[in-house]
C-alpha cells in the first residue's frame, strides 16, 4: 500500500530554514502529483506547495518567495525548502501524493514544524 513518511520538522527560531522530506513507497511516485500541506492550531488543512509529475510548481501566496518544493524521483522523495521562517508557519506539515486518475490523495501522518518569535 501506499505509505508517505515525513520528516524534517521540529523547533526553530523566526527567520531560520528547516527542510522537510517525504518518502514514498507503494506507488509509482514519478507519476503522482506531490504536495505539502499544513494545518496550525484551530485551523483548515491548507495547500502548501505542490509539484507535479513534470515538475511544475505551484505555492501559496502565504509562502512564495521562502518556500521551495522539489522531488527526487531516484529516490521517491519529495523536498520542501522552508527559509525565512515565521511564527505563523507553525503547524503540522503533511505530505500528499495525488495520482494522475485520482482528485483523492495519499496522506501522511504529519510532521510538527514550530516556529519561535
Known amino acids: 500500500q501506499v505509505q508517505l513518511v515525513e520528516s524534517g520538522g521540529g523547533l526553530v527560531q523566526a527567520g531560520g530554514s528547516l527542510r522537510l522530506s517525504c518518502a514514498a513507497s507503494?506507488?509509482?511516485?514519478?507519476?503522482?502529483?506531490m504536495g505539502w500541506y499544513r494545518r496550525a492550531p484551530r485551523k483548515q488543512r491548507d495547500m502548501v506547495a505542490g509539484?507535479?509529475?513534470?515538475?511544475?510548481?505551484n505555492y501559496a501566496d502565504l509562502v512564495k518567495g521562502r518556500f521551495t518544493i522539489s522531488r527526487d524521483n531516484a529516490k521517491n522523495t519529495v523536498y520542501l525548502q522552508m527559509n525565512s521562517l515565521k511564527p505563523e508557519d507553525t503547524a503540522v506539515y503533511y505530505c500528499?501524493?495525488?495520482?494522475?486518475?485520482?482528485?483523492?490523495?495519499?496522506w501522511g501522518q504529519g510532521t510538527q514544524v514550530t516556529v519561535s518569535s
Open positions: 500528499a501524493a495525488r495520482p494522475p486518475w485520482s482528485v483523492t490523495n495519499y
Open positions: 507503494g506507488m509509482i511516485f514519478s507519476s503522482h502529483t
Open positions: 509539484i507535479t509529475s513534470g515538475g511544475a510548481t
